[in-house]
């Protein structure tokens, strides 16, 4: 195996692991100070060794998105898991039922239609499925619109034989924690006041995360970026371009003019997420370069107002813009720590799209 | 296997036997009736399947990106690949050598640090590499930039023992193939005057496929996308919606409000490929409906200017913006033919990042 990071073909992605722990102890030590429990969204890294590394460090579980990305981590041990999405049609339904037996699960629901399907997957199962409403806090996505229609599900659940109502879900608008925590109190009051209070009221995204202990109802916070940050995280003030701990390694493969740099790492490798930014990405030791296109195998770099210009064959580091569709688009990633490779790990909840 | 659509957990990729066989046929008929070789990009379908397909209907080799692209199709049994690619680095190059062993291989470079690289790794082979000069036709990607330029990397290659100067490849700009024309036509002059005339003149793009054969000096054409087509292709007029062979079949998941609705395909479905585009693919059927925005697992739809509103739980079929991209996002893909599924295929080149 390379122990070098120079010995690696590129395009690859390096994952400094003393990063990851300080991101990931930063994190828990803020929760713990709190009272608030952390439940990471696993969508960022998809390993199973990091996933059993925040639960040592104190998580109560995990979250995936994805029923697929939940099966693996079963399989790999991680034995309580949050699936905060829709599970709809009668194979999910039926893998969901699985998996509820070999793992402490709890699901969302935001329509009668996604309850009635719990409903007959669950109806005689030995122990009932925990289901959480999911309320739109602004973020326009899913959710309940009004504290009615948030209670009127959570009645639905609470008369099915098979479920039991859990609480609430809500994922925040990034940069709005306030209004958010203003909607999602009122959805969790008119519970309260009708005799169904939540036990459990989710929260999350890493884009606020500081922010996490001011929603005083909230159980729980399900950040995922945390563990990698980005350039986008980095945009917001989560943490410093010292903390991003996942970065493309990748090769000048032409200089065709001055001021152009082409890299073989492109959409496929950083993906086209922009999330509001300017460029593609941020070349590490050249700040002032731009990588101004990407095509599926090239990125295209502007040089222009970057005194120092990399050479052809030369090798960068890239912090990607979103970190977490980076680790679905590579097979494996590399664990380094500065520059020395010490492991090699399989992205095993990769791909898993249903 | 599931004989039927409504049979497959989604999200999924369909990919329309019939339409795919209709676009290979119409393109390799348009090439041999304007005697233009066709040296297909399989980056679009990643499937030996289709590569072995394409080269019956008479292409007389096919093209990838990259070097492991190229090794899955040359362990399918494929036997000519042009790899229009900048190949760096020790490993990378050993690969070269080896894949050159198999099959009938040319390559790329754009400059003396490139050929040097193949010269070092083809010194004492028994056959020698076939390198084509990368041009930059107006793209702004790699190429050289002048017609000097071509001319002193051609010689570069004809200098060297391992290696045999072989012509000329560009990739010009969509919607630009004149003025790509005459820069090319400007490097091959320059080459032919020099006494090293191009054999072989590789250009490509399934934006300007129809105006291919106005590039007269060209010898090969490269197009890709023209296999599945998508909404970025019809919006350039190479085909019409009901040519587009690859979509994405998805779950509507969510109607929290009277005008959305949000389905199980986000960014690890269709991508974020905008390729200047309003909205993130079109929704078969419901042509007035936007998708106004993709998180990794969701897709929201603005269905205020849609007459017809889709229910919770519908099927619905996505034209995705880009093909290309969400090829490469799946393990497997259904070929089908109407709604019948007729095989599920392994996408062998997914995820071939080096």
């Known amino acids: 195996m390379p122990a070098h990071i120079d010995q690696l073909e590129t395009p690859t992605v390096l994952i400094d692991v003393d990063r990851v722990e ?28 990091f ?73 005689n199962a030995t122990a009932p499925l925990r289901v959480l409403v999911e309320c739109d806090t602004g973020m326009g996505r899913c959710g309940v619109q009004t504290p009615d229609e948030a209670l009127a599900l959570a009645q639905a659940i609470d008369a099915s034989p098979g479920l039991v109502f859990e609480g609430l879900m809500t994922y925040p608008p990034a940069g709005a924690p306030a209004a958010a925590r203003a909607v999602l109190a009122a959805m969790a009051g008119a519970l309260r006041d009708a005799g169904l209070p939540p036990t459990m009221i989710s929260t999350g995204g890493t884009p606020d995360l500081w922010a996490a202990h001011e929603t005083r109802i909230a159980t729980e916070y399900r950040p995922g970026t945390y563990i990698y940050l980005d350039r986008y995280q980095v945009a917001k003030g989560v943490g410093t371009l010292d903390d991003c701990a996942l970065t493309v390694l990748t090769t000048v493969v032409s200089r065709p003019t001055p001021d152009r740099a082409v890299i073989d790492a492109g959409s496929k490798a950083l993906t086209s997420d922009l999330l509001g930014l300017s460029g593609h990405g941020l ?27 990399p050479a052809i064959g030369e090798r960068l580091r890239i912090v990607p813009n979103h970190a977490c569709p980076v680790s679905n688009l590579f097979d494996r990633v590399h664990l380094v720590s500065g520059e020395h490779v010490s492991a090699t790990e399989t992205v095993a909840a990769r791909g898993r799209v249903d």
Chains 1, 2 share one sequence.
């Open 22 to 49: 300080a991101n990931l102890t930063r994190t828990q030590t803020y929760a713990d100070a709190h009272g608030l429990k952390l439940r990471p969204h696993i969508k960022t890294h998809k390993l199973p060794r």
């Open 51 to 123: 996933a059993h590394r925040q639960v040592e460090l104190g998580a109560i579980g995990i979250t995936c998105q994805k029923l697929g990305e939940a099966e693996v981590m079963a399989d790999a041990g991680i034995e309580d898991i949050l699936l905060p999405y829709n599970i709809m049609g009668a194979e999910k339904l039926h893998r969901l039922r699985r998996l509820a037996d070999r793992v402490t699960l709890a699901v969302t629901a935001d329509s009668l239609a996604t309850i009635e399907g719990y409903a007959r997957a669950f109806a």
């Open 283 to 309: 070349v590490m030791g050249y700040p002032d370069a731009v990588i101004t296109g990407l095509s599926e195998e090239h990125g295209t770099i502007d040089l222009s107002a970057s005194e120092r210009k």
